[in-house]
């Protein structure tokens, strides 16, 4: 079991930033890759940003340039670094783990709030 915590999550204005935190815990040394998903009112979820055990990283065209997944080494904690927010970035997001057990672990989610 991997156990996941999502922080961060707020209130910006348009154009600002925020730094989502997830924590992970159990065990972590079944991880082989880590992930930012969102979902907004009313939309699917989708994936944001996802980090490798092997340091790839892949990011929806809509994030590109202004998000930035990044990871500890241990992979305690997965960051993601959001500049430039704009009021679609509004969702829940969620952080999930991939494990080698072929089984998907997720957090509860953490609200962004961009306001225009």
């Known amino acids: 079991q991997v156990h996941l915590v999502e922080s961060g999550g707020g209130l910006v204005q348009a154009g600002g930033s925020l730094r989502l935190s997830c924590t992970a815990s159990g065990s972590i040394f079944s991880i082989t890759a880590m992930g930012w998903y969102r979902q907004a009112p009313g939309k699917q979820r989708e994936l944001v940003a996802r980090?490798?055990?092997?340091?790839?990283?892949n990011y929806a065209d809509s994030v590109k340039g202004r998000f930035t997944i990044s990871r500890d080494n241990a992979w305690n904690t997965v960051y993601l670094q959001m500049n430039s927010l704009k009021p679609e970035d509004t969702a829940v997001y969620y952080c999930k783990a991939e494990s080698s057990y072929g089984v998907d672990f997720w957090g509860k989610g953490t609200l962004v709030t961009v306001s225009s």
């Open positions: 980090v490798t055990n092997g340091g790839s990283t």
